[in-house]
C-alpha cells in the first residue's frame, strides 16, 4: 500500500517551473530515496508534499488523505527534517524537541516520554542539557531528526540531512535512519550523493528538471544504465589539463572531479584506462590509486540526462 502518491505535481515560482509533472509513489514501511542534481526540484516537491507550499497542479494523497482537502489529517502523519536546521541555539536540545513536540499536538504526559525516546534514537542522550550554540554541525543535524521523530509520525521526510558534516557525523545519520526501518517509519530521503541512496535506500526516483525520469528498486534503476562503467582515478595533483584531454578520449561520456578524484563514465573502462594513464603521466600528473566500478546510479543519471549529478 502507497503512503504517499504524487501524481502530475507542478509549482512554478514566476517564470520557473520548479515542479514540472512530477509523479511518483511510495510504500509503507520502506526508505525511498529522492535523487537529483542542485536545482532539480526536490525540496520543492517535499515542501508540497508536506503542505509548506501550495501546488499550482496535481494532487498528493498521504495514506489516501489528500493534501489540499484534509491538509491536518494528511499532515499529522508526517515528520520533517528541513535542509537548514530548524532550532534555537540559545535553548537546550530538550527544550528544543519540547517546542516541536508541543508544536506538534503533544500533551504534558507524552512529552517527556517521547523528548528522551527521540533523543535516544540520534544517540545524543548525554548532550540533552547541552544548548544548541554549543553544538557541531552533525549533532545539530541530528538533533534536528529528533525534532522531526518527535510526534511519532509514519513518514519521516529528509531533505538532504548530510550536507555539509564530517564522515563521523554522517555515518551516524546513515545508520539512524537504516535503524527507523524497526519503528515502522517510511522514509524519504533526499540526496545527490549517490553512495548514501544506494546504501540506504529500497526504491529510488531520480528527479531532474522537475520531473521523475526513473523510479524503481536499486536493481531495476541499475540494469538501465548497465552499458556504462565508472573509472575513478586519484591523482596526487588533479588539473583541469587533464581533465579536458581525458574527456575527449574516444569511448569517454563525461568526466568529472570530485576532491583529488577525476571520475570518468566510459562505456568501455578497459580501453580507456591505458589512455587516461598516459594522459595523466604526459602532464606531469602522478596516479595514486584506480577503481573501476561497475554502473552505479551515477552512470545511470549520466545516461538519462547527459549530465553528471554534481559538477
Ligand atoms: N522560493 C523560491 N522562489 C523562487 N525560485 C525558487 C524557490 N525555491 C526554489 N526555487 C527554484 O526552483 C528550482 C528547484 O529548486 P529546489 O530547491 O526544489 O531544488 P533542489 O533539487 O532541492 O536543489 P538542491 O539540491 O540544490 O537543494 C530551482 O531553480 C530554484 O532556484
Ligand atoms: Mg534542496
Redesign the pocket.
Known amino acids: 500500500m502507497a503512503i504517499l502518491e504524487v501524481k502530475d505535481l507542478k509549482k512554478a515560482?514566476?517564470s520557473?517551473q520548479?515542479?514540472n509533472g512530477a509523479s511518483f509513489s511510495v510504500r509503507e514501511g520502506e526508505i525511498f530515496g529522492l535523487l537529483?542534481?542542485?536545482?532539480?526540484?526536490?525540496?520543492?516537491?517535499l515542501?508540497l508534499v508536506c503542505g509548506l507550499l501550495k501546488a499550482n497542479a496535481g494532487k498528493i494523497l498521504i495514506d489516501g488523505w489528500d493534501i489540499a482537502k484534509d491538509g491536518v489529517k494528511a499532515k499529522n502523519l508526517i515528520g520533517i527534517v528541513p535542509?537548514e536546521p530548524a532550532l534555537y541555539p540559545m535553548l537546550s536540545a530538550k527544550a528544543n524537541l519540547r517546542f516541536w513536540g508541543t508544536i506538534n499536538g503533544l500533551n504534558s504526559d507524552e512529552l517527556e516520554k517521547a523528548v528522551n525516546d527521540v533523543l535516544k534514537v540520534v544517540g545524543l542522550e548525554d548532550r540533552a542539557e547541552g544548548k544548541i550554540s554549543k553544538f557541531s554541525g552533525g549533532m545539530k543535524r541530528r538533533l534536528n531528526i529528533a525534532a522531526g521523530l518527535i510526534h511519532n509520525p509514519r513518514l519521516l521526510i529528509m531533505?538532504?540531512p548530510t550536507v555539509g558534516i564530517d564522515p563521523q557525523s554522517r555515518n551516524h545519520i546513515l545508520e539512524t535512519v537504516k535503524n527507523l526501518r524497526n519503528r515502522d517509519i517510511t522514509v524519504i530521503y533526499?540526496s545527490?550523493y549517490v553512495e548514501e541512496v544506494e546504501y540506504l535506500c529500497d526504491r529510488v526516483a531520480i528527479?531532474d528538471n522537475?520531473q521523475i525520469i526513473s523510479e524503481g528498486t536499486l536493481s531495476e534503476l541499475l540494469e538501465q544504465g548497465s552499458e556504462y562503467q565508472e573509472l575513478t582515478i586519484k591523482l596526487n595533483s588533479f588539473s583541469e589539463n587533464i581533465q579536458s584531454s581525458i574527456q575527449t578520449l574516444p569511448g569517454v561520456e563525461k568526466t568529472f572531479s570530485l576532491d583529488e578524484k577525476l571520475k570518468i563514465i566510459t562505456s568501455n573502462a578497459e580501453k580507456i584506462l591505458p589512455m587516461a594513464f598516459e594522459t595523466i603521466v604526459g602532464n606531469g600528473g602522478i596516479v595514486s590509486e584506480i577503481k573501476i566500478h561497475k554502473p552505479n546510479l551515477e552512470s545511470l543519471f549520466l545516461k538519462l540526462t547527459g549530465k553528471a549529478l554534481r559538477n
Open positions: 515560482f514566476g520557473r520548479a515542479v537529483g542534481p542542485n536545482g532539480a526540484g526536490k525540496s520543492t516537491t515542501s535542509q531533505d538532504e533526499t545527490h528527479m522537475g
